[in-house]
């Protein structure tokens, strides 16, 4: 247990409709990190947040994806408008206690987008 | 612009063995490399960090290496076990850092 949780741990969905994760990072930790991968594939950057603010976007995330960090607690990652090449692992990390760079990760959430 | 490259892309070995994973990157100018063990539909668990500054960590059966002036690192599996069955993927934390990984290496442990 890394003490990241996500959640759900996998959602299916129909193209078209909108999708919501969620990240509860370790705790008394001010960096959040969301990444994407698809199988057979190292992960993509997608966004991060240092505590509420959101500081990088990479390009992959279109305009249909928006991520949030109310409180600089927990993230949510909204997916509108799903289509199929959505269809991957939505993986979120925030770095340990310890600050030594290392980033631990959640279980993930994977996406099918039927 | 960071590149990470990890070869083979997959490994199959008898139980026992000892083997070495490689993962090789384009610039030097690192502050860390991390190794990862990803189960099929899991997440990634960290299993050996190494900062810049250091050559090698060690983690009971696992040892890692870092030469950053030659852009490599190794991962070493000392009596390897079915259950080390996994993709291994290593990743550098760059000069903005961002984390820059290789595709990973899918290792099958043959009992």
């Known amino acids: 247990d890394t003490g990241v949780s996500q959640n759900p741990r996998h959602k299916i969905t129909k193209r078209g409709q909108n999708v919501t994760f969620r990240c509860d990072p370790i705790s008394e930790h001010n960096r959040l990190y969301w990444y994407r991968q698809t199988l057979g594939q190292g992960p993509e950057f997608l966004t991060y947040?240092?505590?509420?603010?959101?500081?990088?976007k990479s390009r992959l995330l279109s305009d249909r994806f928006s991520a949030e960090r109310p409180k600089g607690s927990f993230s949510t990652l909204e997916i509108q408008r799903t289509e199929q090449g959505d269809s991957a692992m939505y993986l979120c990390a925030s770095p340990g206690a310890r600050n030594t760079g290392e980033l631990f990760f959640g279980e993930g959430s994977r996406l099918t987008v039927l | 612009k960071q590149e990470v490259t990890q070869i083979p892309a997959a490994l199959s070995v008898p139980e026992g063995e000892n083997l070495v994973l490689n993962c090789s990157f384009t610039?030097?100018?690192?502050?860390?490399l991390q190794w990862f063990r990803q189960d099929p539909g899991k997440g990634l668990t960290s299993l050996l960090l190494i900062q810049s500054s250091q050559r090698e960590q060690t983690s009971g059966r696992l040892n890692a290496s870092l030469d950053k002036s030659s852009g490599r690192s190794t991962l070493y599996i000392a009596a390897s076990q079915p259950g080390d069955s996994a993709t291994y993927l290593c990743?550098?934390?760059?000069?903005?850092?961002?984390?820059?990984w290789g595709a990973g290496t899918k290792l099958i442990i043959k009992p």
């Open positions: 610039d030097s100018a690192i502050y860390n």
């Open positions: 990743a550098v934390l760059d000069s903005n850092y961002q984390l820059i």
């Open positions: 947040f240092q505590n509420e603010a959101q500081l990088e």
